[in-house]
């Protein structure tokens, strides 16, 4: 599928926020609610739309620091691999697990109270992880966000 300029605004309205009602949709776009609503359901069918999701602001939950941790595995056999996400991803505190390439063979975006609390964590949970070899912290000073590539 090849999404028109219509298309393309509508996936940066609900990009914006997914609560939008096709009617509203439609009226932003210049479509009538049920034209709107079809081609909501042709791009959801189409994969182009995954979901929706809800963000929530850590920081209104008391967690102030996020860190994002690079991970070297001592061995990186399939089982290393695997036995490492299923118990990292079981971290209330890790927000995000990515394999990468490069330096790292893992970041983690995790979420603490304060940097004693990351330090418990990091002691605690990440260091005991399956597998873990080298471990590097870096701490968000700040960050902003960006729409993405539909602007």
């Not at 298309?7 to 439609?26: N, P």
């Not at 595995?73 to 995000?96: M, S, Y």
């Amino acid at each position: 599928m090849t999404p028109d300029d219509t298309d393309l605004a509508i996936l940066r309205l609900v990009a914006r926020d997914a609560g939008l009602s096709a009617a509203e949709i439609g009226r932003a776009v210049g479509l009538t609610q049920p034209a709107a609503w079809r081609r909501l359901k042709r791009l959801r069918e189409a994969g182009v739309i995954a979901g929706r999701r809800v963000v929530v602001d850590p920081a209104a939950l008391g967690f102030t620091v996020t860190v994002f941790l690079g991970i070297r595995l001592a061995a990186k056999g399939r089982l290393d691999l695997d036995a490492f996400e299923r118990a990292a991803v079981a971290i209330p505190e890790v927000q995000v697990v990515q394999h990468v390439l490069g330096r790292f063979d893992y970041r983690l975006r995790v979420v603490a109270r304060d940097i004693a609390d990351f330090e418990r964590i990091l002691r605690r949970r990440v260091m005991t992880l399956p597998g873990v070899g080298q471990v590097e912290a870096n701490v968000m000073l700040s960050e902003e966000r960006r729409p993405g590539p539909l602007g």
